[in-house]
């Protein structure tokens, strides 16, 4: 994937595209993927980094969502457990099965917990990986070393899924790339193009250059996530607000406060929700939080007191009380809400997304989940078809293998993530012998990586490697900060920068980093 050879493709367009998808999160990508694999000539734009906003923080799970299961959205869990089964199949290099363990401490627990997972399993249906077990004491202790054994009962294991978030994010623009569409980052959409009142393409803008060109296109979509408002109001500028914003917050700790092999599911928070303990990457990622918030931003931090309940329930649970200076890393996300009144008008309310088609044409998806990224984007695909009077095209994508995803590796590293790719990273790393060389004593990413993230993964700046192509900022964000001058030079070589770039990309990374360590937190 080369930038300039994709703007040339869309400068050069003799003819109009058949969709614009403005947006590289989850939403847009699947919905880009499913369209160019029926065959459309599809273009997407990400005013940032592929997956910068939410999609690049969320708790990586590929997962049913015990908590609709408690809502009793029977619906939405069977689909979720559907298209679980469906990543797994489609993407084995980014998607592994994994343990978790509901603890029980009261007598009640173990059949008011155990029938629900029960019913989770049958939800599965032939998606089903493994039926959840109650597991003694013991067992419990085995596979969470870690937990506190004080009045613990024993626990129910099932099984969900865990996958890299920005990694598949990267992926699906590969695969939109290998089915012949185009993928563009830091280029934003500024203003809307309309013909006879029907919305007929975009004014971009790249954020590189500061040079604007037109894309014109037949069916235009809006994926801009917790953004999704501004893009209406292109439209529309008296569209009612559709969208309210809940930030969720992470923290990472050291792999030595969850030893084992199994994620610890505290089913019960002070504020009624679920809290998972997760093994990660040789780390120990725990959250979330649900606090609504006003602001919108691509960066936000957590807040301070999101940072206390997390460190607060995780001490409940764990023999080793976890403290702010443990964190290596503490990272947060917005949440799309749609309003219900904009549920009530949509043309197509399916389950948990929300799909919205304007009068004049602008196809808005939103909501949903990661897990549901595929059915969100064949649902939008074929609400767009309708409302642009196309021949409806059948799906693709439900037995789509995702680029790299050829051959299962059985590889939960960060290696096996580049999946079939993997053979000719290892090639160019064996090419020189400094691009053999680890970035940081403390992180396990090689400085011949930053060359294939800039060749063959569209990387751009200091951040896009350290944050998405490696998960270093949210592994060890002062390692990550430490490694920055090294990963600005090597990818100055390949991108042709200047002194002054790398000066500017060092800071703007270690000015970032800071903010996912206690200081930077909003009190
Ligand atoms: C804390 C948290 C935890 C979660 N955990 C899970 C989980 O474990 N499993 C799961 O399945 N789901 C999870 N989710 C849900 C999942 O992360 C989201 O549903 C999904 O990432 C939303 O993707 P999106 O594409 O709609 O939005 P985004 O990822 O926000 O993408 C929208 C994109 O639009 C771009 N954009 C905006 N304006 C413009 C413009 N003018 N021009 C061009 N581009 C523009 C933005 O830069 C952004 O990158 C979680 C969510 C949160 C908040």
Partial sequence: MKREESLERIRGAPADWDFLVIGGGASGLGTAVEAAARGYRTVLVEQSDFAKATSSRSTKLVHGGLRYLRQGNLALVRESLRERGRLLQNAPHLVHPLAFIVPHYAWWELPYYGMGLKLYDLLAGKFRWNSSQAVSREETLEHLPTLRPDGLRGGIRYFDGQFDDARLAVCLAQTLEDLGGVALNYLRVESLLKEHSRVRGAIVRDLETGHTCEIRSRVVVNATGV?????????????????????????????????????????????????????????????????????????????????????????????????????????????????????RTTADLSRAHTLLVSAAGLVTITGGKWTTYRQMGEDTVNQAEHAAGLTPRPSRTGNLRLHGGAEETGDTSHWGAYGSDGRDVHALLGQRAEWSEPLHPSLPYRAGEVIWAARRELARTVEDVLARRTRALLLDARASAECAPVVACLLAKELGRDDRWIKEQVSAFQTLADSYLPRGWTP
């Fill in 227 to 343: 953004f999704t408002d501004a893009i209406r109001h292109l439209d529309d500028p008296g569209a009612p607000n559709i969208i309210t914003a809940s930030q969720g917050a992470h923290i990472v700790l050291e792999q030595s406060f969850l030893p084992g092999d199994s994620a610890l599911l505290i089913p019960e928070t002070e504020d009624g929700r679920l809290l998972f303990a997760i093994p990660w990457q040789g780390r120990t990622l725990v959250g979330t939080t649900d606090t609504p918030i006003q602001e919108l931003s691509l960066e936000p931090r957590p807040f301070q007191a999101e940072i206390e309940f997390l460190l607060r329930h995780t001490g409940r649970y764990l023999t080793r009380q976890p403290a702010e200076r443990d964190i290596r890393s503490a990272f947060a996300g917005l949440r799309p809400l749609a309003r219900a009144s904009a549920a």
